[in-house]
C-alpha cells in the first residue's frame, strides 16, 4: 500500500479566507512558547516517571496543562511531549482524563460548555491556546477518530470528500478518494460501490472509513479515541495494522481501554490516574516496553498487572 | 437394588394460579380497554365525516369551485375563498420555512445558553399553545391598525405566520435534536466550522422532520377561522385576488359564514365545504406522512 502523500505545511494557525489556502499570506505569528526547563534534562537520573521525554522530534508538547469542567478540575498539570510519526499510548481507568486530554490537542473540547483550559499545548512553536488560533484551522491539521464509528449518512464518497471540500480542496476529488480509501486500507472492499452508503458498511469498515474521511484531510497529527472499543477482534486487528502503516507518516496517539492493545500498537505510553479530587494525572510515562515490562511507579505497575483497586 | 425412588414432592406446575392469574386477567382485559378508549375518537370523527357527507356530498360539483359567493344558495360557491386560501397561505410558508427554520436554528446550533435563550425557549413552548384568538387580536391590533393594512391579506398571512411560528419553531428544533451529536463532532473533526456542520450535516439530517412540522402547521393554518374572523376576513368577496393588499376571505371563514345563515340550503353549503376543507388538509397530513417515511431511508 503506497502512501503519497504527506502532510501539509503547517505553519499559520490564524483565520484565512478559504478560497486562497497558499502559504504565502498573512503570517503574524502567535508569540513563541518557551520550553521550560524540567521538561529539557533528559539525561538526569533521577527524573520522576512522568518527565520521561522521548527522543524524536516533539509534534505536539503539553505543557502544565489544566482542564476544568466547570469547576470541576479534570486534568492536574500534564506534561507530555508526543513525538513525531510516532504512536503515542494513553492508557489508564475510565475517568482518569484520557480522552479529555485526547480532546484538548485538537481543541475539540471547545465545543463543551463550561469548559476551561490553562497552560499550553505547542505545535510547531505555537501555542494552540493562544489568542486568535482558530480552532477550525487547527482540526483540519490534527484529526481525530471517535470511539463508536461515526461515519456520516451519505456515499462513502462523500464521506471521504467532504473534509476536503469544506477545506477548499480544488484537486481531483476521485483520486482525492482512492487514494484516503487506499491508506485506509478500505479500498479493496469498497472501490466497486462508491455510492453506498457509508452506514451500510460494517462496524470496522465504518471506522476505516472514518479514518480513511480524517486522511482526506492530510492531518499531521491523528487522535484515536479509543477506535477499536466497538469493534470484533478481527476488525480490531485490521485498525492496529493499519495505524502501524499510518505510523510511517503521521503522528497518532490513542486513547485506549485494552492493555494489549497499547502493548502491540504503540511506541510510548503514557499512564494517567484520577487524584483524590477527581482530576487526572500523568503517573508514568515512558517507551511502551519499559512501561509493560519495567514500570517505575506502583501504581502503574498494579494497573498493567490488573491488581487494580 | 436401585435405591427407591424419592418421595414426590409438590408437582410443579406451569399454569397460572393464585397471584400470576389475577395478574394475567387484568393484563388481558387492559388490551379491550385501550381499545375502547381509541374507538371512542374515531368513531366520533366517522360519525361526524358521514354525517357532513350525506349533507354535503351533493353540492361539492364543479360549480361549487367556480362560483363566487351568492345570496342564492344553489349559486354560492368556493371561488373567492379558495383563491383567498392559496394566497394566504402561500404568503405564510414563504414567511414561516425561513424565520421558523432559521430560529430553530439559532436556537438549537448557535444560541449561548443563558438566560434570555431560556425564556426565548420557554416562551415559544407557550405561545405555540396561545388561543388562536389572540392572534388574531393581536394582528388587528398591530397589522390592520397600527401598520395600517386593512383586512388584507398582508394582515391574514402575517397573523397566520405568527400564529404557526411557534409550531413550526419547536417542530423544527425537535428534528434537529435528533441529529446524532457524533455527527456534528465528526464534521468540526474535519476542520469543518461551524456553519459548514450545520449545512452539510445538521439541515440534511433534519430536513425530514422540518418539512413535516412546516406542513403539519401549514394544515392548521389552513383550516383557522377565528383569528382571520377576527381581523375582518369575514367579507362578502366576488372577485379575484390579484394583490396582497386585498380584502379577501378564505375557506374555513366561508364555511363559518354559511353556518350563520338560517337558510337550509347554505348549511348544505357549509356541509361541502367542510368536504372540501378536510381534503386539503388531510392531503396535507398525507403528504407529510408520505414525506417523512421516504427521509427516513
Redesign the interface.
Known sequence: MAIMNGPTDPTTLEVRPRQERTMADIRTRVPEVTPRPHLADQSSGDRKPNEYVPPEPAALTVRDLRFYYGSKQALRDVNLQFPEKKITALIGPSGCGKSTLLRCLNRMNDLIEGARVEGEIEYHGLNLYERGVDPVEVRRRIGMVFQKPNPFPKSIQDNVTFGAKVNGFRGDLDALVERSLRQAALWEEVKGDLKKSGLALSGGQQQRLCIARALAVEPEIILMDEPCSALDPIATLKIEELMRELAEHYTIIIVTHNMQQAARVSDYTAFLLAGEDGAGEVVEYGPTDEIFTNPRDKRTEDYITGRFG | MATAPAPAATETRLQATGGVARRQRLSRWSRYIFLGTSLLGVVALVALGVDTLINGAGRVTPDFFTSYPSRFADQAGLRSSIIGSIWVLSMTMVLVVPIGLGTAVWIEEFAP?NALVGIVKLNLANLAGVPSIIYGILGLAVFVRFLSFGPSILAGALTLFLMILPMTVIAAQEAIRQV?D??R?????????KW?TVW??VL??ALPGMITGVILAMARAAGETAALVMIGAFAFIAYDNTSVRDNFTVIPVQIYNWTTRPQEAFRENAAAGIIVLMSIVLTFNIAAAILRERFRR
Open positions: 445558553r446524532p457524533s455527527i463532532q465528526g464534521s468540526l473533526a474535519l476542520g469543518a466550522s459548514q452539510g450535516h440534511p439530517g
